[in-house]
């Protein structure tokens, strides 16, 4: 009788890879996570421009903090894979044993997935509420600051193409130049006379959409004396990509004296401005519309 071939065994295994891949991961994410938190999550945008640009810095320590061992751990699953399970050239490739459910492990990964992203949910929210993180929030803001009932207002009014920026604290004061004091909360009016625009104060940590009949409010709480760009960040026609200019955070007493020299200027065209709109003029409100068929934008009624 012929003998039949005998299979080989599969090699029995009695290594515990998963306590060693698990091993691995808690030494590097000890060594890791505190490394970028510290070195890492300070480095990325927008900086300490303004309190709620520090915010941002900080929202993304947190962020990138908790994605450290996340990433330590695929990195650590697939390198000990690649190491250990590779098959050699002089080997036979031989299949592996069956996987079965790993029951531990799925309520492992559940529990562990649903907490972060239910943290950063609830996190993320504390963080919007507590100052409104500079983003706009329309026109009835539910994020307020402390102390925003004496918060200084400055409209930030997008046109094709550029922005301009009035100061009805100062009679409706119209400049085509930001100016605001330092160590200030300000309350961004952001509007637009013709399309969509976006108001995006980079080193402030400001982005707000600038659309024709909206009052959308956004808030930031000026440091220290500061040049910021000003982007626009919706393309918002030909000239799109030449909406840019620089705003200046200053002292009290530089911002006083600029108001006073801009005022001056402004007084020529103060009366034809507070005209109303049929007549021409362009009072301040807290919104635009564009007129049909082009001419001086239109306030809006009510
Ligand atoms: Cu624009």
């Known amino acids: 009788m012929a003998s ?38 300070p480095l990325i945008p927008p900086g300490n421009g303004s309190v709620q640009a520090q915010g941002q810095v900080f929202d993304n320590q947190v962020m990138t903090s908790l994605m450290t061992p996340v990433l330590c751990l695929m990195a650590v699953f697939f390198a000990y894979g690649l190491i250990k399970f590779h098959a050699r050239r ?56 402390a102390g925003h009932q004496s918060a200084f207002q400055v409209q930030v009014i997008g046109q094709q193409w550029q922005f301009t920026y009035r100061y009805p604290s100062f009679g409706g004061l119209e400049s085509n130049e930001l100016y605001l004091p330092e160590n200030t909360l300000v309350e961004l009016h952001v ?26 409010v956004a808030y930031v709480t000026t440091k220290g004396p500061l040049t910021f760009h000003v982007r626009c960040a ?3 026609g030909l000239w799109h990509g030449y909406m840019y200019n620089n705003g200046y955070v200053v002292s009290d007493a530089q911002f006083h004296s600029w108001a006073a020299q801009q005022m001056r200027l402004y007084a020529s065209i103060k009366p ?31």
């Not at 299979?7 to 029995?12: F, I, K, N, T």
């Not at 993320?124 to 993180?133: M, N």
């Open 4 to 41: 039949e071939p005998t299979a080989a065994a599969p090699p029995v295994d009695s290594t515990n890879h998963g306590l060693r891949v698990v091993v691995a991961w808690l030494v590097l994410s000890a060594i890791a996570t505190p490394l970028v938190a510290i070195y890492v999550g």
């Open 90 to 145: 002089s080997e036979a490739v031989l299949d592996g044993p069956p996987l079965r459910n790993d029951a531990r492990v799925q309520l492992l990964w559940i529990v562990i997935t649903s907490t972060m992203v239910l943290f950063l949910a609830g996190f993320g929210t504390y963080e919007l509420l507590k100052d409104g993180a500079g983003g706009g929030q329309g026109p009835n803001p539910i994020a307020l600051p």
């Open 191 to 216: 509007t637009s006379l013709d399309v969509i625009h976006s108001f995006w104060a980079y080193e402030l940590g400001v982005k707000a959409d600038a659309n024709p009949g909206v009052d959308n």
């Open 234 to 236: 919706e393309l918002c």
């Open 272 to 302: 034809f401005m507070d005209k109303p709109a049929s007549q021409g003029g362009a009072p301040y409100a807290l919104s635009y519309f564009p007129a049909p068929g082009g001419g001086p934008p239109q306030v809006r009624a009510g």
